[in-house]
């Protein structure tokens, strides 16, 4: 599996960014796909995750009602709509294919993609 994540940038306290991750390398609807974040300094946190179909989605508290999920699975890509950033969301931003079912938790995502760093200026 590969995946390559893109659309981070820098970008004011207020807008928003949208980031995509395409996905190759084996059948992509087989897997549940997340987002994380590592800001400097700090441990990878889990930001959402989509299931196979698109159907259910789950969010970080942070992010809850700024950020949203989805997942085109005729183009293998999944995306990360962020809205309402603020300077807290700065960090590289990782997407992620999950192999085990406790979908908040890194360890559950085999494969990862090299990240794309989103700066939020105040």
């Known amino acids: 599996v590969q995946l390559q994540a893109s659309g981070g940038g820098l970008v004011q306290a207020g807008g928003s960014l949208r980031l995509s991750c395409a996905f190759s390398?084996?059948?992509?609807?087989?897997?549940?796909m997340g987002w994380f974040r590592q800001a400097l300094g700090k441990e990878r946190e889990f930001v959402a995750t989509v299931s196979w179909r698109g159907g259910t989605t789950y969010y970080a508290d942070s992010v809850k009602g700024r950020f949203t999920i989805s997942r085109d699975n005729p183009k293998n890509t999944v995306y990360l709509q962020m809205s309402s950033l603020k300077p807290e969301d700065t960090a590289v931003y990782y997407c992620?294919?999950?192999?085990?079912?406790?979908?908040?938790?890194?360890?559950?995502?085999?494969?990862w993609g090299q990240g794309t760093l989103v700066t939020v200026s105040s």
């Open positions: 390398g084996r059948t992509f609807t087989s897997y549940a």
């Open positions: 992620a294919a999950a192999t085990l079912l406790n979908l908040r938790d890194p360890k559950s995502y085999g494969y």
